[in-house]
């Protein structure tokens, strides 16, 4: 069962904190790096891909000497209310709790979609072992009610601002709630799948484990939204090199149908969840699975499409116009655009004990690093 526990919270101090916020550690690049850093010599972004582990914490003790950084006086739950401009959907509309999660293996109510590498695991394991901080959140959705339904209109009036902030497509507010059973029950009696953050929760539970004299590691940092509660799924496209860009037909004709497109018709075409798009230099191929489908579209792709075409040096994105630019410039060899699925389609995957290719799933809006930082020792 998935236990949903208030939080004492660490907070960057001021009425807006966007100055201080950064995306999550890995969607961001050098440019955007040295660009947080010139935001304020305090960005968290300093604390989240650091120079070396070693410092981290000492210039996160720093920060809470000058007041950057501030422990909330009381333990509870915190919401967030923000407007989202997707730059695929739209706008939107983001609400969410902090809190902390009790690490479970999965399949005791907290459950996995995609698989991880072990790359980032080390990472992340070092840096939260050396700081004793956790930084970012692990983003969950849970399949119960809507938490303003749990908590009613009433509620939500007597939360508390406690700041104000803008980051990369959304725009909101955080507000403190106190205790609340009725979030820990709602939480109790339900599913709670991984959006974003699986790296992250898995460094939580081998803390835990090889940790056990420190108790705060068994719980992690998590952001929990419902089914409907504002994150947007987009599905991550596929691009990378082969050495069979002569030989496309012939390999993947066995699995699928396979038709010849214009480029523009390629780009805006609606799929179907068996239907792919190849794209390469000299054209486009619309490639519609030949085999029964129920599942998520990168169960197909990944063993069928990219293994097949053995892709190296492979790229992912969930907006394909870049992927196909890169063609375009000669970076890569080919770029694949995968069709459109729903948050119930990896439910029912996870429910049958399946876990998702990498980079399967991209939720937008990202959570931002820094938001609510949790503190271990």
């Known amino acids: 069962m998935p236990r949903f526990y208030p939080v004492f919270a660490n907070f960057f101090k001021g009425k807006d904190v966007s100055k201080y916020l950064s995306p999550p550690y890995d969607v961001i690049d050098e440019d955007e790096r040295k660009a947080l850093e010139k935001k304020s010599p305090s960005n968290v972004v300093r604390l989240i891909l650091p120079q070396s582990y070693q410092e981290v914490r000492d210039l996160f003790l720093m920060w809470i000497r000058k007041g950057i950084i501030y422990s909330y006086p009381e333990s509870g739950y915190f919401y967030l209310e923000a407007d989202v401009e997707d730059p695929i959907y739209?706008?939107?509309?983001?609400?969410?709790?902090?809190?902390?999660?009790?690490?479970?293996?999965?399949?005791?109510?907290?459950?996995?979609?995609?698989?991880?590498?072990?790359?980032?695991?080390?990472?992340?394991?070092?840096?939260?072992?050396?700081?004793?901080?956790?930084?970012?959140?692990?983003?969950?959705?849970?399949?119960?009610?809507?938490?303003?339904?749990?908590?009613?209109?009433?509620?939500?009036s007597e939360a508390v601002e406690v700041f104000r902030f803008s980051s990369a497509g959304m725009k909101g507010k955080v507000y403190f709630l106190g205790i609340s059973r009725k979030i820990y029950e709602a939480v109790l009696s339900s599913r709670v799948l991984i959006a974003d953050g699986h790296h992250r929760y898995e460094t939580f539970l081998a803390l835990s484990r090889d940790f056990p004299h420190i108790p705060e590691f068994s719980y992690a940092n998590f952001f929990l939204t419902s089914k409907r509660g504002g994150l947007n799924l987009h599905p991550t496209h596929r691009a990378g090199k082969t050495s069979k860009l002569d030989k496309i037909e012939k390999i993947l004709s066995a699995k699928f149908h396979i038709e010849k497109l214009p480029g523009e018709k390629a780009m805006s075409m609606s799929l179907q969840e068996n239907e792919f798009v190849l794209i390469v230099r000299e054209g486009a191929y619309l490639l519609r699975y030949r085999g029964d489908f129920s599942g998520v579209p990168t169960q197909i792709s990944d063993p069928y499409i990219m293994t097949p075409l053995k892709a190296e040096s492979v790229c992912y994105s969930p907006f394909f116009d870049k992927l196909f630019t890169a063609v375009l410039e000669g970076k890569v060899d080919f770029a694949l655009r995968i069709p459109e699925f729903s948050i119930e389609r990896i439910f029912e995957q996870v429910e049958k004990g399946k876990r998702l290719p990498q980079k399967t799933t991209y939720f937008f809006p990202k959570i931002p690093s820094g938001l609510l930082m949790y503190r271990f020792f």
């Open 90 to 156: 739209g706008e939107s509309k983001l609400k969410g709790i902090f809190g902390r999660m009790k690490v479970e293996k999965f399949g005791k109510g907290i459950f996995p979609h995609e698989k991880t590498f072990s790359g980032p695991k080390k990472d992340r394991y070092e840096l939260m072992r050396n700081s004793g901080v956790a930084f970012s959140h692990v983003v969950g959705i849970y399949d119960g009610p809507e938490f303003d339904e749990v908590l009613k209109e009433e509620s939500l």
